[in-house]
Structure formats: structure tokens, C-alpha cells
């Protein structure tokens, strides 16, 4: 893999892709759409496969980053593959939780707990 | 509800241009008076999500980032209540149509959202002038 990548620390551990996004809050449009690119890519032309998201550096995102995770899942289940979501702050999950795409995404606690789940 | 006897103790009122980043701006000044304040983390986040999704709703689905339209933008703070109204000049909506955004054959639709974190993360919601014109508070936890 030799793309780089603006918004995503990517780190390999196993046969599971682990990306920590870089910014604190994923609200500005054109960093979501540099985001969606780089998650795509990932998946897409990187074949990455198994893909955990950490998400301890956020700690605000708009319902437009949403729409760029419901999408990267799409695309993981287009691919056969598998996505994970960790390390989701209380205010964040709880977006996740009213707007019921807790039950879209396989959110966990934390890293270990979502690459023991893989 | 807050009335004309509110303490009201700071406000902020712009007539701006549709451009999320100069509306974004102004909610920036909202959230540092509130930190300013003490109000909790979760408050600030809440009037944070709810009213960047009122201010997108304002700019890009009402008047379609259009130069030549304008956003009115207005907020007060109490020690108890923040308030902010925003008011667009776009088509208007009608907010008691919106489809259901958990209902199982929307929730992998990747917009659609908006009103209803508005109304799960503030006190009170209120729509105006067809949708042009939205009024949210939140009481202080």
C-alpha cells in the first residue's frame, strides 16, 4: 500500500486494516469527501478487506460523515468484506444509537475487543 | 419555554451570506460562550450537532448555497436556556413529512438525518414559514 493519506493514520495488524482518523471533527464538507475518498480506496483499490475504524481522535462529526460510513459499508458488503467501528466516544455513540445505525455497524468498545471479533 | 422575561444574558444576531463556513463561524462563537459558562460537555455538543444540522439545512437545502440569498441567524443564552433561530430564504418544507430515517428500508440511506438529531439532541423544535424558519433551544442540563 503505497497511497497516501491526508485524513487516515492506517495501520496493518494481522490480516485487519486498522484506521485512526486524524481529524477531531468530521464536519467540514470537504474534508468529508476527502475522508469518504481515502476510506473508498481503501476498499476499493487497496483490496482491503477487513476494515476497523478507530475513532479515539473524534470526538465531533455531522450527519454527512454518517452518510460517508453507511456508504464505505455498502461498499465493504459489495467487496464481501468485513467493517468494524472503536473507540466511539458516549456523545458520538449515542448519534449512532437514536439514529439506529447501531444496528447497521458493528461498533466495539475498544481496538482489542474489535479485532478479537473479527 | 422561554418568554419576554428571560434573562437573557448574551445574544449574537447576523444576516450572512449562504456559506456553511462564515454560519459555522458564528456557531463557534455560540459554543465558547457556552464553554465560557460552564455548561457540560454533552450540552455543548448537543446545541453543537443540532444546530450545524439546522445551519446545513438553512444554507444547502434551502437556499441551495446561493450567493445571493441570505441566512439570518440569531442567539441568546440564559443561564438556564440557549436559543437560536435561524431563518433561510429557500422553498420552505414541510417538516411533519419527513420520512422516517430509522425505518429499516431508510437506514442505509445516507442523508435524511438532520431534523430528527435536531429534535432528539435539543429541548424544543420549532418550524416557522413553511420550514424557512427554525427556532431551537436547550435547557441546561
Redesign the interface.
Known amino acids: 500500500m503505497t497511497t497516501e493519506y491526508r485524513r487516515l493514520d492506517i495501520k496493518p495488524v494481522g490480516d485487519v486494516t486498522v484506521v485512526r482518523f486524524r481529524d477531531h471533527k468530521i ?3 470537504i474534508n468529508i469527501q476527502e475522508l469518504g475518498q481515502e476510506l473508498f480506496q481503501l476498499v476499493e483499490t487497496d483490496g482491503c478487506d477487513r476494515l476497523l475504524l478507530d475513532f479515539s481522535a473524534v470526538d ?1 462529526l ?3 460523515a ?3 460510513l ?2 464505505l ?2 461498499k465493504m458488503k459489495a467487496h464481501g468484506g468485513t467493517l468494524k467501528l472503536a473507540n466511539i466516544r458516549p ?1 458520538i455513540y449515542e ?1 449512532f444509537a ?4 447501531n ?2 455497524f458493528d461498533i466495539r468498545q475498544d481496538e482489542a475487543d474489535a479485532l478479537a471479533a473479527f | 419555554m422561554p418568554t419576554s422575561k428571560t434573562n437573557w444574558t448574551w445574544q449574537l444576531d447576523r444576516t450572512i451570506p449562504s456559506e ?2 462564515v454560519g ?1 463561524k458564528l456557531l463557534d462563537e455560540l459554543l465558547a460562550k457556552l464553554e465560557s459558562l460552564k455548561w457540560n ?2 450540552d455543548i ?1 448537543s446545541v ?2 443540532a444546530v ?2 439546522a445551519l ?1 439545512n438553512a444554507i444547502v437545502h434551502g437556499n441551495k448555497s446561493d450567493a445571493e440569498k441570505q441566512v439570518r441567524f440569531s442567539c441568546r443564552v440564559s443561564p438556564d436556556v440557549v436559543r437560536v433561530e435561524i431563518v433561510d430564504e429557500g422553498g420552505g418544507f414541510d417538516p411533519h413529512a419527513l420520512p422516517d ?2 425505518a429499516p428500508d431508510r ?5 435524511g ?2 431534523v ?2 435536531m429534535r ?2 435539543m429541548s424544543h423544535v420549532e418550524f416557522h414559514k413553511h420550514g424557512c424558519h427554525i427556532v431551537l433551544e436547550k435547557k441546561r442540563s
Open positions: 464536519i467540514e464538507d465531533f455531522s450527519s454527512a454518517l452518510g460517508k453507511i456508504t459499508d455498502k456523545e448519534v437514536i439514529t439506529r445505525l444496528r447497521l | 456553511l463556513v459555522r460537555r454533552h455538543f453543537h450537532l450545524d444540522e446545513t430515517p430509522t437506514l442505509e440511506c445516507p442523508c438525518r438532520g430528527m438529531l432528539s439532541f
